[in-house]
């Protein structure tokens, strides 16, 4: 059964006509106008077909389609309707609009669901303004506070705290909209994947088996500046070229690791002094090693590290590394995958079981709801970029997934056993 | 025979009394404030010691002794007095104020010489304020026109002709100064090296055969930008990794050319985006080559241009190549060298012909004159630095070397053959 996207392109492009040009594309930053005026027609389409919406303290908005047995706890879906500067048109906003269309679609066939259904948009998901990612969901968990909020400064010198209280929401009260697990039976995010493996393999529909986290570690390289014209080459301490054979060693590392689905990264690389006729006597490198695998990231770390240490000794180079941050993969629910699988099967949709490389508020709901995340392709894995773009045979696969996965998960009977049990 | 270096200290200390701090090192930027107080200081020691002082249209300072015989041309002696921003207490400095003192000496002494002699401050050696390097001395030999001056902005936006139009100079009729070579016998310069060479394999004197000429060129690296996370290793096109291995290529080639003194430099790589969780999509990278061979040279170029196509190829980074300037070498007069060489073992010093990969006005000078340019050590090769220094029994190496290699030119007797012959 393929359903009618039309309707669904349609409000999707209604939120892509907020604050989007051709040559900027979308603006929706965290709390900004762009993102206001979403929030405020999202509100409006849910109320246009009679669902029950409210917004949370820190500006979650939820939007509620009662089952028949209202006491039941609920099946959650959902994503974001933020963006990063000069944005996609699809990224958060796909997840979102989808639930919508499904709710729609359900609410116009008249079909019947025991559990309630909730489409929740998640605010502040983009780290873009505020340094700080899928803020909202860390909120559901019970992550943040007050403090947490007001550490959170954007480029205007403006705290996160005080920008929420401007916009009239609560963040006094951040602690209060911690989740009560046994309110919600599930939750599903559908998302696009943002890299380029389901489009180039041209596989269907990816079915998120974990969301990787980032190690991540800053490597300050010492050498000695010296004039690139009477500095001989043997008596250089060139931190530039030492920088080099790390790089690569990093990429090195990072493939061998593959097969665990690790990746290396090295996104920064600044130089001093930075003049053509200096021999670099100082670099800045910033690393990101990721993974589902903890094992295969620290030995990732581990031989990096090493290395750095062997090629510094031989290049008479200092050396210091000062870890950033050190996150934990998620791993998501096993019986949730085998639901959006066997929807994907009865489908007839191909699919891959795959780790994210990127973040989504879904590892944070995961640790408190089963949960599952579920990507379509985008096009040659661009986003976060006005070139987003989504083929409309996967928003329709992405649809009709969500759809059956939804009903399935609103029905008693189908209950999937999906008790609390240790997610990771 | 060993000279007394204490006058000579202290006039380099009295010219380092200006603007000069501890933490700051010395700031004498051409045509600030810095370096007009040090030209009044150092025309006022000239004057002193009753040499005849005037400035040209340009601002090159001249002193001149008189010889037995004021018609025949005159020995030519100097460097220059301004620095680098937070440069150090010998860079050009040395020169003119050993100069000095050999005249100072050969007046004391009585001694009697043929030829006058001259010393010669060299005005604006140093591009950091203009962007142009050895003004002065490039004047002297008829490179430049007011509109070549109009053309140098410094970072306040103002151009070199209006600072020298203000400072009282005359840079409308900057192409009157060009030298008439049978006015001059010949030139010497003493710098200090600005490389580690001879203080690290402990030789007393440079006698510099060449100085290198840089050729310079930019890479520009096109890969595809993507998410640190979510693109796997075997589908990026990584501008980084793409540019560290052509890094290490471009010093591998310098090492295997440095038997023909070539050297080569990365000194600046830009990265974008730049972000932690963003896979390169482009860098530019900057390289500079020197050398006194120019097929060496050429040589390098050509087999790095060959790298940068392969690596760019097997990682699938589209790559430009810009030539930003070529220079060519500039060989000085062998004969110049012989005397200087002669001088050395008279004297007892220990000396290794070399090129010098730094610029100097010698390289501008030897293109009308018989030119020398002699090497002191500075300790570890630091210049450019508030950290330079010379050690004083290198002082008294390079007062001693000067004072006899100027009284030898000046001798009618000992003229050398320095007739016009090609220099290159
Ligand atoms: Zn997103
Ligand atoms: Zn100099």
Chains 1, 2 share one sequence.
Not at 18 to 25: A, K, L, P
Not at 368 to 396: M, Q, W, Y
């Amino acid at each position: 059964m393929k359903l009618d996207i039309s309707r669904l392109q349609r409000t999707i492009d209604q939120i892509n006509g907020i604050e989007t040009t051709q040559e900027e594309g979308v603006n929706r930053l965290a709390l900004t106008d762009g993102d206001m005026k979403a929030r405020r027609l999202f509100k409006e389409i849910c109320s246009s077909i009679g669902l029950k919406i409210w917004e949370d303290e820190i500006g979650n908005i939820w939007a509620r389609k009662e089952g028949l047995d209202p006491t039941l706890p609920a099946v959650l879906c959902g994503s974001h309707l933020d963006t990063v500067p000069n944005g996609g048109r699809y990224d958060g906003l796909l997840g979102v609009m989808t639930a919508v269309e499904v709710l729609q679609l359900i609410q116009e066939r008249e079909l019947e669901h025991d559990h309630p259904i909730e489409v929740v948009v998640f605010s502040i998901e983009e780290s873009s303004r505020f340094n700080l990612s899928t803020v909202g969901s860390k909120a559901l968990t019970g992550e943040l506070n007050p403090s947490s909020l007001k550490n959170c400064i954007d480029q205007q010198g403006k705290s996160l705290y005080d920008v929420l209280l401007k916009k009239g929401y609560f963040p006094d009260e951040v602690e209060k909209i911690k989740i009560d697990p046994s309110q919600y039976k599930a939750f599903v995010e559908m998302h696009i994947e943002q890299g380029p493996v389901l489009y180039r393999e041209s596989i269907d529909i990816g079915v998120v088996e974990a969301i990787a986290a980032p190690i991540r570690f800053q490597l300050n390289l010492l050498g000695e500046e010296a004039h690139s014209g009477a500095c001989p080459m043997k008596m250089r301490k060139d931190a530039l070229t030492a920088a080099a054979e790390i790089i690569l060693e990093i990429e090195k590392k990072g493939i061998e690791e593959s097969v665990h689905q690790t990746v290396t990264t090295t996104g920064i690389c600044r130089v001093f002094p930075g003049a053509m006729n200096v021999v670099p006597g100082e670099v800045d490198l910033y690393v990101d090693i990721r993974g589902i695998d903890i094992m295969s990231m620290m030995r990732a770390v581990t031989d990096i590290v090493q290395k750095v240490e062997e090629i510094c000794k031989k290049r008479q180079v200092q050396q210091i590394v000062k870890i950033i941050s050190q996150e934990k993969p998620v791993l998501l629910n096993k019986r949730m995958m085998e639901a959006v699988k066997e929807n994907c099967r009865r489908l007839g949709l191909s699919h891959k079981q795959m780790a994210s490389g990127a973040g989504h508020d879904a590892m944070n709901i995961a640790k408190i709801l089963p949960t599952a995340l579920i990507f379509v392709p985008c096009v040659d894995g661009i986003s976060h970029n006005k070139k987003e773009r989504v083929e409309a045979r996967d928003i329709e696969n992405g649809l009709s997934l969500l759809y059956e996965t939804i009903l399935t998960l609103a029905q008693k009977d189908e209950d999937l056993n999906l008790e609390k049990e240790a997610d990771v």
